[in-house]
């Protein structure tokens, strides 16, 4: 029976290539989201990827649907928390609920995802949580304290979670992405996003499928070893 993974976020973006890679390396996937119907009976039309709706930023949300995935496909091995959300503004101008909302999805959201199955990857001894976090986390961004704070914090949360779960066989680490060619980002102006892939030493986007890449080398069986790490795909853009 193969191992069943989750990936929160997990029907578009970079969450969607991860869903893709897991599944094509022979995991049962899940894969979660929060709000459009359509793209994501799209995504489970097109990869046979079960799709589940709930809130992150909700634990009870997140802890009843992580119930019903393990009820229809069985216990969840692997965590990959990669749903996320921005709120951008510059601090002064920052709201409390833009701060509140990026905070209980950003962050909040992995405890409510990591948290309900916790137990039963110590009971089975084994476990695999990967967070995906990213470059504005590690350097910071301008217009991004709520985002970056986050970030941030998903690093403290695998650097913990390392040191409880390894005598578990349960590994947690953070990928760090930088500028990835997702809708998002390729929906900005074309003059930002030169100015963007300028300061990229690549010289390109990097794609949302060398994340997944990252994805699966870390929840592999025999990657015990790999645990508290970050790992930096950003195309040398940055450097911790």
Same mark, same amino acid.
């Not at 609920?97 to 990857?121: A, R």
């Not at 704070?149 to 005598?167: F, H, N, W, Y």
């Not at 690549?202 to 015990?224: H, M, N, S, W």
């Given at each position: ?9 997990? /029907? ?6 991860? /869903? ?37 930023? /909700? ?6 649907? $992580? ?5 229809? $496909?069985? &216990?969840?091995?692997? %965590? ?9 503004? &510059? ?31 110590? #009971?089975?001894? @084994? *476990? ?26 998903? $690093? ?18 953070? %990928?760090?992405? *930088?500028?990835?060619?997702? #809708?998002?980002?390729?929906?900005? &102006? ?9 300061? %990229?030493?690549?010289?390109? $986007? *990097?794609? &949302? #499928?060398? %994340? ?12 015990? @070893?790999?645990?508290? /790490? ?7 853009? @940055?450097?911790?």
């Amino acid at each position: 029976m193969s191992r069943v993974a989750l990936v929160t976020g997990g /029907s578009r973006g970079i969450g969607a290539a991860i /869903s893709k890679e897991l599944k094509e390396a022979g995991y049962t996937v899940a894969a979660t989201y929060a709000g459009n119907d359509e793209k994501a009976a799209a995504f489970t039309a097109e990869t046979g990827i079960k799709t589940y709706k709930w809130n992150v930023g /909700s634990y009870d949300d997140s802890a009843a649907g $992580l119930a019903k995935v393990e009820e229809e $496909l069985g &216990p969840i091995d692997i %965590i990959v928390a990669n749903a996320g959300i921005t709120r951008d503004a &510059p601090f002064h101008k920052m709201t409390k609920e833009q701060w509140k909302e990026v905070i209980d999805t950003n962050l909040t959201g992995v405890f409510n995802t990591v948290h309900p199955v916790w137990p039963g990857m110590r #009971e089975r001894k @084994f *476990g695999r949580v990967v967070v995906i976090s990213s470059i504005n986390g590690q350097k910071g961004q301008f217009g991004q304290v709520n985002y970056a704070a986050t970030k941030a914090g998903d $690093l403290g949360i695998v650097k913990s979670l390392a040191q409880e779960g390894a005598r578990f066989n349960i590994t947690a680490n953070a %990928i760090c992405p *930088g500028y990835i060619a997702t #809708e998002m980002v390729m929906a900005v &102006p074309e003059k930002v996003r030169e100015a963007i892939i300028g300061q %990229i030493p690549t010289g390109r $986007l *990097g794609e &949302p #499928e060398e %994340i997944a890449r990252c994805v699966k080398f870390l929840v592999a069986d025999d990657a015990q @070893f790999v645990n508290g /790490s970050t790992v930096s795909a950003n195309g040398a853009q @940055f450097f911790v």
